[in-house]
Nanobody, 124 residues
Framework: QVQVVEFGGGSVPAGASLRLSCEASGLSFGDYSMAWFRQSPGKDREFTAGITASGHSTSTSDPVWGRFFISRDNAKKMAYLQMNSLKPEDTAVYYC?????????????????WGQGTQVTVSP
């Protein structure tokens, strides 16, 4: 049974940093590309960052470029989202998602496995 669990969210003031973690089990983690998505109240779920199965290539969305960094450790079956210089507009539920194959996608419908999400709240 595949399980994907995110943790590391919380409430922080603007300018702070957080690191989200994603732990996957029940699958061959190194065969899956993965991404972080986020969803704010009243908004669609949006792509935030993606990383290839090998970890050699990454991408981040424009709103978080230069502040958020995605990484993974295939030996530990873990992925991470380092979030720096947080802004109130980064407040959202953050989801970890995995899809089979080498390359990530920015489209949420291309992901098979999802975590339950972790709340990040940034106060002004």
């Amino acid at each position: 049974q595949v399980q994907v669990v995110e943790f590391g969210g919380g409430s922080v003031p603007a300018g702070a940093s957080l690191r989200l973690s994603c732990e996957a089990s029940g699958l061959s983690f190194g065969d899956y590309s993965m991404a972080w998505f986020r969803q704010s109240p009243g908004k669609d779920r949006e792509f935030t960052a993606g990383i290839t199965a090998s970890g050699h290539s990454t991408s981040t969305s424009d709103p978080v470029w230069g502040r958020f960094f995605i990484s993974r450790d295939n030996a530990k079956k873990m992925a991470y989202l380092q979030m720096n210089s947080l802004k109130p507009e980064d407040t959202a539920v953050y989801y970890c998602a995995l899809r089979f194959g080498a390359d990530y996608s920015s489209r949420s419908e291309n992901y098979v496995y999802w975590g339950q999400g972790t709340q990040v709240t940034v106060s002004p």
